[in-house]
């Protein structure tokens, strides 16, 4: 075993943990909820509806009560669509109020909810005897700096008719056109410029776009792909075929800006990517 390689993602590992929890406990959470484009925008909401509908009538073919879960929860907005559909939900997140949040959006479901403050790896390996229908990572994979290890995690907790479904991730940067890079790099900008602290992210962007990253720095800690290469979908699609299942990945568009979210997606687009997965025996 190479222990410096292994320190060194461990420590990339509670650096990225430590700098979510963080932010997603500070007041700067709710700025991200009102920019989170899978939440704002009508033709994302509508792709993740069509998803979720597909994932949970493919479980109420295999059995009665399915078990969800949701790892990097948040707030619950993605949470209570799977609660609607007829889910029993197990939630995961390390931010407290996100998951205060989500118990008084999901309220009526009682005990058909449960929520567990705690890092998603570090649940995944306490409860390594559980098994579900469907596990859910929302907008999750891009803050995990090892996602194929937490994949790995996941693939042994699925149930023989069991499911991955991953939303609003960002595609590997290096497997986006140019013009693609371009048109989401000029649509991130002026909704960028209206959430403070202007001067400081442009100066990390710059320092971003040479690859330098700041192992002491909060953002980039939180925001891992964005000095990683984006995510490999690629390697995620691999991974699941090396394991015996069927993987579609599902590229679309998506930016903070109402404007440039129609015009990306006028175009078609693609940018950020779904995961739907399941064994292939269980067809």
């Known amino acids: 075993m190479n222990t410096d390689k292994t320190k060194q993602s461990d420590s990339a590992y509670m650096s990225a943990v430590s700098a979510n929890t963080e932010f997603y406990n500070s007041e700067s959470a709710k700025k991200y909820v009102h920019g989170a484009p899978h939440i704002k925008h009508a033709v994302l909401r509508k792709l993740y509806e069509e998803l979720t509908i597909q994932a949970c009538d493919y479980s109420k073919k295999n059995t009665n009560i399915f078990k969800i879960l949701d790892l990097g929860a948040g707030e619950g907005t993605a949470t209570l669509r799977f609660l609607e559909l007829g889910g029993k939900v197990t939630a995961v997140d390390i931010s407290k109020k996100q998951l205060d949040a989500l118990k008084d959006k999901c309220v009526s479901y009682g005990n058909k909810l449960d929520v567990c403050c705690q890092d998603a790896e570090e649940f995944l390996s306490s409860n390594s005897d559980k098994c579900y229908d ?14 194929l290890g937490l994949i790995k995690k996941i693939i042994a907790l699925l149930s023989p008719h069991g499911q991955f479904f991953s939303f609003q ?112 025996d269980s067809q």
């Open 169 to 280: 991730d960002p595609l590997r940067y290096d497997s986006v056109s140019r013009f693609t890079r371009m048109f989401s790099s000029a649509a991130y900008l002026p909704w960028r410029i209206f959430q403070g602290d202007v001067v400081n992210g442009i100066k990390r962007k710059m320092r971003r776009a040479r690859g330098i990253y700041l192992d002491s720095c909060e953002s980039d800690n939180a925001e891992y792909h964005v000095v990683r290469n984006g995510v490999d979908q690629n390697a995620i699609a691999e991974l699941f075929k090396k394991e015996g299942f069927r993987c579609d990945v599902i590229p679309y568009f998506s930016t903070q800006s109402s404007i440039f979210q129609s015009i990306g997606s006028f175009l078609k687009l693609r940018n950020s990517f779904s995961i739907m997965a399941r064994k292939v």
């Open 134 to 147: 469907i596990v859910v990572v929302n907008s999750f994979l891009h803050h995990v700096p090892d996602y």
